[in-house]
């Protein structure tokens, strides 16, 4: 009876093995999808702070027009307000996780006040995310008018 007990004991914990490397990506899928959102609010109501934590060093945000801005760029433009989301949603959004990398796309549609010129923006938007330090990182953003 204690052999059966054992065995059963010992599968249970190989199959939780067989399944623990996997559910790793669900936690970053679900980190990524978190720090996305993370990210969407703080471009709808500008916190430095949280914009300098979400980026990484290295950022290259591309806008719909061509423009291209490097962290300081990207956190200063919202900050001041020359860059000013009134709304933002995301709809479409799908996230891959590959190793320490996350890929995000989605649609981004939403209203602005830029420089004190309201408008609304339909955009498709790629952003390439980073695991750096345990937190997952914007490394790379490119938008296109859709």
Same mark, same amino acid.
């Given at each position: 009876?204690?052999?059966?007990?054992?065995?059963?004991?010992?599968?249970?914990?190989? /199959?939780?093995?067989?399944?623990?490397?996997?559910? /790793?990506?669900?936690? %970053?899928?679900?980190?990524?999808?978190?720090?996305?959102?993370?990210?969407?609010?703080?471009?709808? %109501?500008?916190?430095?702070?949280?914009?300098?934590?979400?980026?990484?060093?290295?950022?290259?945000?591309?806008?719909? @027009? /061509? @423009?291209?801005?490097?962290?300081?760029?990207?956190?200063?433009?919202?900050?001041?307000?020359?860059? %000013?989301?009134?709304?933002?949603?995301?709809?479409?959004?799908?996230?891959?996780?590959?190793?320490?990398?996350?890929?995000?796309?989605?649609?981004?549609?939403?209203?602005?006040?830029?420089?004190?010129?309201?408008?609304?923006?339909?955009?498709?938007?790629?952003?390439?995310?980073?695991?750096?330090? /345990?937190?997952?990182?914007?490394?790379?953003?490119?938008?296109?008018?859709?």
């Amino acid at each position: 009876m204690k052999s059966i007990k054992l065995l059963a004991l010992a599968l249970i914990t190989a /199959g939780t093995l067989v399944v623990l490397p996997g559910s /790793g990506k669900v936690d %970053d899928k679900q980190a990524v999808t978190q720090a996305v959102e993370k990210l969407r609010k703080a471009m709808i %109501d500008p916190d430095k702070a949280t914009l300098e934590a979400l980026a990484a060093n290295d950022l290259s945000y591309g806008h719909s @027009n /061509g @423009n291209i801005e490097d962290k300081a760029a990207f956190v200063e433009a919202l900050v001041s307000g020359a860059s %000013d989301f009134k709304s933002i949603d995301l709809t479409d959004q799908s996230v891959t996780v590959v190793d320490n990398t996350a890929m995000v796309r989605h649609k981004l549609s939403g209203e602005t006040n830029n420089k004190g010129v309201a408008g609304q923006v339909k955009l498709g938007v790629l952003l390439v995310w980073v695991k750096q330090k /345990g937190d997952w990182k914007l490394l790379a953003r490119q938008a296109v008018k859709i």
